[in-house]
């Protein structure tokens, strides 16, 4: 998918600061952090949504998830906590159709993560 940012990203193609990556995810850095520490964590394969990961291939799923928690473990805030949150749709405010977890942390966070668009 040649016009999706975050498979340029995966591919080495655009720019980010990189985090983390393993064979199957790549987490960098997002461009408009909500809080001390904001990360996305997304397969390098194409998936629309998490719903459409979920369908497809749970075990990429589970990766994605356990980048999260070392990408907290690697930003240090792993022990205070964090957020993990999977934007799903337009009125959920998923931005960019390709399946991403925000991993948040560094200050106590209410709720909403960030104001709704």
Not at 1 to 20: Q, W
Not at 43 to 69: F, M, N, S, Y
Not at 94 to 115: D, F
């Amino acid at each position: 998918m040649p016009e999706c940012v975050f498979c340029a990203i995966a591919a080495g193609e655009a720019a980010a600061t990189r985090v983390l990556e393993t064979a199957r995810t790549v987490a960098f850095r997002d461009i408009n952090p909500q809080a001390p520490s904001h990360v996305l964590v997304i397969p390098k394969a194409h998936h629309r949504d998490v719903a459409a990961l979920a369908e497809v291939d749970g075990g990429l799923l589970a990766e994605v998830l356990a980048q999260a928690h070392a990408v907290a473990q690697a930003d240090g805030i792993a022990r205070t906590g964090y957020r993990v949150v999977f934007n799903t749709g337009n009125h959920a405010g998923q931005t960019v159709p390709h399946v991403h977890a925000h991993v948040l942390g560094g200050k106590r966070m209410g709720w909403p993560p960030w104001p709704p668009a």
